[in-house]
């Protein structure tokens, strides 16, 4: 079975400012994928990252970035320059070997972003 | 861009009643998946469908039941709705094998049914 924690429930950064989200997982499979997806008040799950175990480079897209540390089997995300639009809940997900695989969520993180 | 369709955006249903979820995929979007989130939760796994055929089963009770049609749109139909079935229905699709012939596991979400059970 696989399984995704983030041990972060609340977060808050200033404007303009950095943060780093935590994410371990515990998986068998050797090919997996990890993703970050947000979730604004608006509730719609947006994609935000996405990397490939097989990969050993770190995911970024523009502000984001990840830190993916394949041994350690942790995912953290870094927001950069912080903006009141990241305010959601962010979630770590991992999917499995298998094309076509199931998502596995971790309980997520709300992340304020205060003025 | 495309993106996934889902409909009806919000349903209010009686105990016991039926519900019907619809989900249109991404254009040449293969597989189909459905998610249910409670309040305050992260969303589980209910089931999927790659190819019209049923390709994975999660946390889906007895009394809903699922497929996916030759225009490959899904659809979720729940039965004797119980005061636990109110929760948020994602959608989402992916494509197994995108334009470079390599497998892509990116799955993108539709923007949810909210089901209420009264």
């Known amino acids: 079975a696989q399984t995704v924690t983030q041990s972060q429930p609340e977060m808050s950064v200033q404007e303009a400012e950095t943060v780093t989200l935590s994410c371990t997982y515990d998986t068998s499979e050797n090919n997996y994928y990890l993703f970050w997806y947000k979730q604004p008040p608006s509730r719609q799950m947006i994609l935000v990252i996405r990397q490939e175990a097989y990969k050993q480079q770190n995911a970024t897209e523009n502000r984001f970035s990840v830190n993916f540390q394949k041994a350690a089997k942790s995912f953290s995300l870094k927001i950069s320059d912080s903006q009141l639009g990241d305010t959601a809940m962010y979630f770590c997900?991992?999917?499995?070997?298998?094309?076509?695989?199931?998502?596995?969520f971790g309980e997520g993180t709300q992340l304020t972003v205060n003025p | 861009a495309a993106g996934v369709i889902q409909s009806p955006r919000h349903l209010i249903k009686e105990k016991r009643e039926t519900a019907t979820l619809k989900c249109y995929p991404i254009p040449r979007h293969d597989t189909v998946y459905w998610y249910q989130q409670g309040p305050g939760q992260d969303p589980q796994f209910l089931i999927s469908f790659y190819e019209k055929m049923q390709s994975d089963k999660g946390s889906i009770p007895d009394r809903f039941s699922a497929q996916q049609f030759s225009d490959y749109h899904s659809e979720l139909n729940m039965s004797s709705l119980e005061l636990g079935d109110s929760a948020l229905y994602f959608c989402a699709s992916s494509n197994r094998l995108g334009t470079s012939g390599r497998a892509e596991e990116t799955q993108y979400f539709g923007p949810g049914t909210r089901l209420l059970v009264l």
């Open positions: 997900a991992l999917s499995g070997g298998t094309s076509g695989s199931r998502l596995t």
